[in-house]
């Protein structure tokens, strides 16, 4: 366990790059800017991350960790993978995130944000699938990424406009076609 004001820190580093994001948009954000908005020295950055990318990593992961915990606690992993329990839990999340989530999908030059929380989602879902799967681990693996990078390539769109249907339908359209592959657009036709 972490000492509460390494905690303390790096939350108030984290929400300050957050909040630059926000504010300076696609607009280079610098170490020292970070540091002046978290009302922190540059070195007591240094001591907790190594990079923005660090931040961003560690945002996407207590993100996805985020919607692992809600739908561990509506029991999504014990009742057969229910599909419309993942989407309403993802849909809630994103809702409480909606304006920061649609102004990342908006900057192309926020890719990297999009293929960190995608590339962190896939090793936390990789290895609770393995948990509940029989597959080889690439196999899984590939499933997993191919789930994600789907998901989230839907939402993006959604997020900036180009899909026009409400976040409920999104959600179900991609837990529909997650869940039943395939086989579920080619009964449509």
């Known amino acids: 366990m972490k000492d509460r004001r390494v ?3 790096r939350k108030a ?3 300050a790059y957050l909040d630059l994001l926000k504010k300076k948009g696609t607009e280079k954000i610098t170490i020292s800017d970070i540091a002046r908005e978290a ?3 540059r070195k007591t950055f240094y001591l907790h991350y190594d990079s ?3 931040i961003i990593r560690e945002y996407a ?3 996805t960790r985020e919607l692992l915990a809600r739908l561990t606690l509506k029991s999504f992993f014990t009742l057969s993978f229910d599909k419309k329990i993942f989407a309403r839990e993802a849909n ?3 809702r409480e995130h909606l304006d920061f989530c649609r102004m990342l999908a908006r900057n192309p030059s926020m890719g990297f944000f999009w293929n960190e929380v995608q590339d962190v989602s896939v090793q936390i879902l990789s290895e609770i699938y393995k948990r509940h799967s029989r597959l080889p681990e690439g196999d899984l693996k590939i499933q997993v990424s191919f789930f994600v990078a789907g ?3 839907v939402y ?7 899909i026009p249907c409400s976040m409920e339908e999104v959600g179900d359209k991609v837990s529909e076609i997650a869940f039943s592959g395939v086989q579920s657009i080619l009964r449509q036709s």
């Open 61 to 63: 992961e207590e993100k």
């Open 156 to 162: 993006k769109r959604w997020l900036r406009d180009e």
């Open 151 to 153: 998901a989230m390539y």
């Open 7 to 9: 905690l303390r820190t």
């Open 92 to 94: 809630n999340m994103l």
């Open 39 to 41: 009302d922190i020295d």
């Open 13 to 15: 580093i984290q929400n």
């Open 52 to 54: 923005t990318e660090d």
